[in-house]
């Protein structure tokens, strides 16, 4: 029972060593080192095909790697698959919910065979229901559920026997921002309770949402990890946007950028087409100095906005080169949806 | 939802349960479980019914209506000769063609990803399988009580007794169960439902119509003949003809059909449940 628990508060929920599963001549995972703490987010970002699905799926024992060793509570993924099975959950891609069951029949179901009372499951079925607001919903079939409730009704049906450590697979890949956020508000709300979470995500806006710290694959390997906010500043943080009322005021306004010599503001540049100014920042404090500094001197802005940078940006600034999905060209080079029905296609293959 | 509890990895289990073992009682209660959720699909879907309720009716009214006056003739009766030796034959290929859903069935959960959160949770593997099975057989059941209530109207004569009548149904039920381990297995094996109707449909005619369920095989040629003495679905309907019309032995048909269903389940049940606990 006692190794269930890491022992201490600040110990590793999850540890991988050396990890490595490989479909034929496709290295899907090829030697991932990785720890989550107990109680955070550790995200791990990369592109379609990087081995982000396979490396949850060995995790969570649908997939038996060909080396390397992983715990997960203090439970070895190939030694200890049962007992590891009580102590996650899993949202994915594919690891999914009966559509031809309603909600309240799918979390039923599972309490029923994660061995609650019928009276405990019932229970536990309508707390996740008001909770994730799909009690209105309760009686329909998945099938029939918007795919933002599609999601909830997943994280609830993921939550049902309390697991120690989620997996969330691309929570949001396929939703739009509104349902987006939401999903994000319910990731963070089981945080604050305490729940370990392995994220995995294309988006490096959502690795910032959520995640204590980070992880980024590419082609099966590790390529960069830390937290947060030391990859953002790796990677060069964000960059701000300004309108002019003017255009005519664009060129003047990056003069008056690169004269003023803010405190680490260099680089400012012109956009002429859109009609803005791109100011590449690292803090708020430099964004509230630049816009500061640019209405002392009378300018007038008509909009600000900043944007993180985007995976391929990320990518371009740990390794020096684009994505391996932009770069190799050949079979790899397709579109993204079409990458997704490979990976597919790859996990298939029986181990 | 109490911080504590999610907080706490080491949520107190059943004492004994930490090594994941999964008892008979567990079993039990996750193929009941499981069960209820078939039958939820089969409620909130009730189209998925039509093949079990609609089956027999077409069967029976083609094969009566369409054959019977000359079939029955041959027989050395009229239509009616011909009913009492079609129906023990339809109540014989009845499973055949439920279990085919199966495999179909078993398909397309796996495709719809819902097989990964059973895969992930600590229940027994086999419960998923024997669920359906269990599903499946109650499917069959049904199908045979409008076949036989349909009989009935249409002038079917038992020459038995009920005992007899409930005889033949149990064996073909228990011969049909087994067969869903063979379409699971297929549907394990197979990429999309699509193709496993298709394989499923080319095992399933030369099975049923080269047996003894539509017409005598005496009047087939040599090899046709040979061909139907090892179709378990002759013996089956055979079984199922000396139970409902008391003619010709009872003992040696109801002893082979016992034997194939016996040897179908000892072969393919766990083959399906290995390949369902290696399927990635």
């Known amino acids: ?351 | 939802m109490s911080a504590a509890t999610v907080a706490a990895p080491g949520k107190p289990q059943r004492p004994g349960a930490d090594e994941g073992r999964i008892g008979l009682r567990a079993h039990l209660r996750h193929t009941s479980a499981l069960v209820r959720r078939n039958a939820m699909q089969i409620k909130n879907d009730p189209e998925s019914m039509f093949d079990a309720l609609l089956m027999p009716i077409v069967f029976t009214l083609l094969f009566v209506y369409v054959f019977g006056g000359a079939m029955g003739g041959s027989l050395g009766g009229d239509r009616s000769a011909y009913v009492n030796y079609i129906i023990p034959g339809l109540l014989a290929m009845g499973g055949l063609n439920i279990a085919m859903s199966v495999g179909s069935g078993v398909n397309d959960d796996f495709n719809k990803g819902v097989m990964d959160r059973f895969r992930t949770m600590p229940i027994a593997r086999s419960s998923v399988l024997t669920a359906k099975m269990l599903v499946e057989s109650g499917r069959m059941l049904v199908s045979t009580v409008i076949l036989l209530v349909l009989a009935f109207l249409i002038g079917f004569d038992l020459k038995t007794g009920p005992l007899e009548l409930l005889a033949a149904v149990a064996l073909a039920l228990l011969f049909g169960s087994s067969l869903t381990w063979i379409f699971m297995l297929l549907g394990l094996t197979m990429k999309t439902p699509q193709a496993v109707q298709g394989v499923g449909f080319m095992v399933l005619m030369p099975l049923q119509f080269g047996s003894s369920i539509f017409a005598p095989p005496t009047t087939m040629p040599g090899w046709m003949e040979a061909f139907t003495k090892v179709n378990p679905l002759s013996n089956l309907a055979d079984a199922a003809r000396a139970l409902m019309n008391g003619q010709g032995a009872v003992a040696q048909p109801v002893l082979i059909t016992l034997a194939w269903t016996a040897g179908i389940t000892l072969v393919f049940a766990p083959l399906a449940v290995a390949k369902f606990r290696k399927k990635t």
């Open chain 1, 1 to 351: 029972m006692t190794r269930k628990t890491t022992s201490n508060g600040a110990g590793n929920a999850v540890e991988v060593r050396g990890l490595v599963k490989h479909f034929g001549e496709v290295k899907a995972v090829d030697g991932v080192d990785l720890d989550v703490r107990e109680g955070t987010v550790l995200g791990v970002l990369g592109p379609n095909g990087a081995g982000k699905t396979t490396l949850v799926r060995c995790l969570s024992t649908l997939l038996v790697p060909d080396a390397g060793t992983a715990t997960v509570a203090g439970f070895d993924v190939v030694r200890q698959p049962r007992a590891l099975r009580r102590t996650i959950g899993l949202t994915g891609q594919y690891a999914s919910v009966d559509e031809k069951l309603s909600g309240r029949e799918n979390l039923y179901m599972i309490g029923r065979l994660l061995d609650l009372s019928r009276k405990d499951a019932r229970a536990r079925a309508d707390e996740l229901l008001e909770r994730f607001s799909l009690t209105e919903a309760a009686g329909r079939a998945a099938a029939k559920y918007s795919g933002g409730m599609r999601r909830r009704l997943d994280l609830a049906a993921s939550m049902i026997g309390r697991p120690a450590v989620l997996y969330l697979d691309e929570p949001t890949t396929g939703l739009d921002p509104r349902t987006r956020n939401e999903v994000w508000d319910e990731v963070r709300s089981m945080v604050r309770d305490g729940a370990t979470v392995l994220l995995t995500t294309q988006y490096m806006e959502e690795a910032e949402q959520l995640a204590h710290e980070l992880t980024v694959i590419d082609r099966g390997r590790v390529i960069a990890e830390g937290e947060v906010d030391e990859l953002k500043t790796k990677v060069g943080g964000r960059t701000l946007q300004i309108r002019p009322a003017q255009a005519a005021e664009l060129d003047r306004m990056v003069g008056a950028i690169a004269q003023a010599g803010l405190d680490g503001i260099a680089g400012a540049t012109a956009d002429h087409e859109d009609g803005v100014v791109n100011v590449p920042i690292v803090s708020d404090e430099q964004l509230s100095a630049v816009v500061g500094m640019l209405g002392e001197r009378g300018f007038t802005i008509s909009g600000i906005n900043t944007h993180l940078p985007s995976l391929d940006e990320v990518f371009l600034a740990i390794t020096g080169q684009k994505t391996s999905e932009a770069a190799d060209g050949g079979p790899q080079d397709g579109p993204r949806d079409q990458q997704d029905v490979q990976d597919k296609q790859y996990e298939e293959v029986p181990a």
